[in-house]
């Protein structure tokens, strides 16, 4: 079975400090994407890569960046943190070898800035 | 460009009995593909099922199936025979071709009672 492995479940954090949410595949999917989740909102993309090195926004990137060195490891990152980033993050990754693929998705981190 | 809406923020079912989930979308595209994902409190999103707008025939799968009506750009979840394990939340997704990037709708919280 694929996995996407989040580093945190459950993270604190205080306003304006950087923040690395971290996450790994290991089925060698070339897409990684960073979603965010709140009530009522559903998720929305934050970025996405589809290969190493590579990386697109999505529809609300301000505020975070991401890495994506190796190609298992898509990281988000937040520069400087703000109350209005508590939220749950999601990360998923699929393979665009196969059509109509699915996302897998991690369990995901749900951040509190404080 | 695209929306999904769930205009369902909650519903309930009782064990054994079928309930609807609604979903419509807006895309100017012919072709593209649809989702339903579903969140248990676990937090892990785990794909019900897919349909791509090419295929007429709605797609089922076990005690999940939809009716996907193109015109109207409807794509509602049907659970047949609910299981206490149902309980979850519903996420509908639109996917255009040749793009890996969902475009989640807003959720529908199921409870299930016994």
């Known amino acids: 079975d694929v996995k996407v492995t989040q580093s945190s479940r459950y993270l604190v954090k205080r306003t304006g400090e950087k923040v690395f949410l971290e996450c790994v595949q290991d089925?060698?999917?070339?897409?990684m994407f960073w979603y965010r989740q709140d009530p009522g909102l559903g998720l929305r993309l934050i970025y996405f890569?589809?290969?190493?090195?590579?990386?697109e926004k999505g529809d609300i990137p301000e505020g975070y960046s991401v890495s994506r060195e190796k190609k298992e490891r898509f990281s988000l990152i937040l520069e400087s943190a703000s109350t209005n980033q508590t939220s749950m993050y999601l990360c998923?990754?699929?393979?665009?070898?196969?059509?109509?693929?699915?996302?897998?998705f991690g369990s995901g981190t749900q951040l509190s800035v404080l | 460009a695209q929306t999904v809406t769930q205009s369902q923020p909650e519903m309930s079912v009782q064990e054994a009995e079928t309930v609807t989930l609604s979903c419509t979308y807006d895309?100017?595209?012919?072709?593209?593909?649809l989702f339903w994902y579903k969140q248990p409190p676990s937090r892990q999103m785990i794909l019900v099922i897919r349909q791509e707008a090419y295929k007429q025939q709605n797609a089922t799968e076990n005690r999940f199936s939809v009716n996907f009506q193109k015109a109207a750009k409807s794509f509602s979840l049907k659970i047949s025979d609910s299981q206490l394990g149902d309980a979850a939340m519903y996420f509908c997704a639109y996917r255009m071709p040749n793009t890996d990037k969902l475009i989640f709708g807003t959720g529908t919280r199921l409870q299930v009672f016994p």
């Open positions: 089925m060698d999917h070339e897409n």
């Open positions: 895309t100017s595209e012919s072709d593209y593909y």
């Open positions: 890569s589809y290969d190493v090195k590579m990386k």
């Open positions: 998923a990754s699929s393979s665009y070898r196969v059509a109509n693929e699915k996302l897998f």
